[in-house]
């Protein structure tokens, strides 16, 4: 049994407006402050804010909203006073999806799957009698009079999300924002400033020099000796091994452009290469086709869905996400001092980062702890 759950919030976006008189219960025309545009033919709209006793979804009807009269096919549960909210929703049902296969599989819609929304609320939950802790559940809008659909959520797991995940990060930001009064962005503005500091410390764990985000290609070459990196994440090459024959592969020596000769002999068994453009190399010797085995610095995709984690090297270092994220708010805010201080902390983090993430390994040969004799504290790695 996995009880889901879908959020009830209203993006603050939806077009909005107010009762100007009061609803009695059995009514179907509302009376608003104004005509706004964004109330549409057969729309569902919201009476009431989301988790309050009394809120309700009703369908629009067929006609074109105009003047300051909303008319609802169905009729009202509740009454309503004066100046409550009204939301143009559109989508009066959430249809809840489900894989079996967990984030790599598909997510369908269950049979039964599609309720109405509980506006009173803040969740429209759903009971998967069938599901287990492996199963992930996706979500999306219905409107039941128009049959339009909105696009799925991210994943819904019934675990929760890890300490790592993009939704934990984002919560413990929005907790800090919060409680710091300076909660005014959505969660787009939070996902680009986590994938901002995601870049960041991604090129410090690439400057180390240590092997960490790697990817791998395998690039073909012609004649000429030019290949083309196609990989949409790649950033630098680490290493290349050349081989003409697809069994025997020989290490390439990197050359800077200017340091190769048209008249200076190459051989096969001991290749170059040189870079001839952001993502073009050039082989040496050439004259004979193959193909280039690349181990590369890549750069990092950017967090999307709720499920996505970070890194593995960064997963020590989220207070650094949350600090960065606090600092730009203070900054949009007009606050630089709050600001600086925030900044200060996330790249005091990042120096940390860059330094315990340098010793790739501390279990070989050359690897030497010193210890203080008197205290007992490590004094570092050399």
């Given at each position: 049994?996995?009880?889901?759950?879908?959020?009830?919030?209203?993006?603050?976006?939806?077009?909005?407006?107010?009762?100007?008189?009061?609803?009695?219960?059995?009514?179907?025309?509302?009376?608003?402050?104004?005509?706004?545009?964004?109330?549409?033919?057969?729309?569902?709209?919201?009476?009431?804010?989301?988790?309050?006793?009394?809120?309700?979804?009703?369908?629009?009807?067929t006609a074109t909203p105009s003047g300051v009269t909303l008319n609802t096919t169905g009729t009202a549960r509740f009454s309503h006073q004066a100046d409550t909210s009204v939301y143009a929703v559109e989508?009066?049902?959430?249809?809840?999806?489900?894989?079996?296969?967990?984030?790599?599989?598909?997510?369908?819609?269950?049979?039964?799957?599609?309720?109405?929304?509980?506006?009173?609320?803040?969740?429209?939950?759903?009971?998967?009698?069938?599901?287990?802790?492996t199963?992930?559940?996706?979500?999306?809008?219905?409107?039941?009079?128009?049959?339009?659909?909105?696009?799925?959520?991210?994943?819904?797991?019934?675990?929760?999300?890890?300490?790592?995940?993009?939704?934990?990060?984002?919560?413990?930001?929005?907790?800090?924002?919060?409680?710091?009064?300076?909660?005014?962005?959505?969660?787009?503005?939070?996902?680009?400033?986590?994938n901002e500091w995601l870049e960041v410390m991604n090129n410090t764990a690439i400057d180390v020099n240590e092997d960490y985000s790697i990817?791998?290609?395998?690039?073909?070459?012609?004649?000429?000796?030019?290949?083309?990196?196609?990989?949409?994440?790649?950033?630098?090459i680490r290493k290349m091994d050349i081989t003409t024959d697809g069994v025997n592969f020989y290490r390439a020596t990197k050359l800077h452009t200017n340091e190769w000769f048209t008249n200076t002999t190459y051989i096969e068994t001991h290749p170059y290469y040189s870079l001839e453009g952001d993502n073009v190399?050039?082989?040496?010797?050439?004259?004979?086709?193959?193909?280039?085995?690349?181990?590369?610095?890549?750069?990092?995709?950017?967090?999307?869905?709720?499920?996505?984690?970070?890194?593995?090297?960064?997963?020590?270092?989220t207070k650094s996400f949350v600090d960065y994220s606090l600092a730009q708010a203070y900054y949009l805010d007009n606050n630089a001092n709050m600001g600086d201080r925030f900044m200060g902390f996330a790249n005091s983090e990042m120096t940390k980062f860059k330094s315990q993430i340098a010793p790739r390994s501390m279990s070989g040969p050359q690897t030497i702890m010193f210890t203080d004799v008197t205290s007992g504290e490590d004094l570092g790695v050399y």
């Open positions: 049994m996995s009880y889901i759950k879908a959020s009830n919030n209203i993006d603050q976006n939806v077009p909005l407006t107010y009762l100007s008189s009061a609803l009695t219960a059995g009514g179907t025309a509302l009376t608003v402050k104004n005509a706004r545009d964004g109330f549409f033919p057969s729309w569902a709209i919201q009476i009431g804010n989301t988790g309050n006793e009394n809120a309700e979804v009703l369908i629009l009807g989508f009066d049902k959430v249809i809840f999806k489900r894989s079996t296969a967990g984030t790599a599989g598909t997510a369908v819609a269950m049979t039964n799957g599609t309720v109405n929304t509980t506006p009173d609320q803040e969740f429209t939950l759903f009971d998967d009698t069938s599901g287990v802790s199963y992930a559940y996706k979500v999306s809008l219905y409107n039941s009079v128009l049959t339009t659909e909105s696009a799925d959520s991210d994943w819904i797991l019934p675990s929760g999300y890890t300490f790592y995940s993009f939704a934990k990060v984002k919560e413990r930001i929005r907790t800090r924002l919060f409680s710091s009064n300076f909660l005014k962005d959505d969660d787009s503005q939070l996902d680009s400033w986590v990817g791998t290609a395998d690039v073909t070459y012609g004649t000429a000796g030019l290949g083309t990196i196609s990989s949409s994440d790649f950033k630098e190399f050039r082989k040496l010797p050439y004259g004979t086709s193959g193909t280039a085995r690349l181990a590369y610095y890549k750069m990092q995709s950017p967090l999307v869905n709720d499920a996505d984690e970070l890194p593995i090297s960064m997963k020590p270092y």
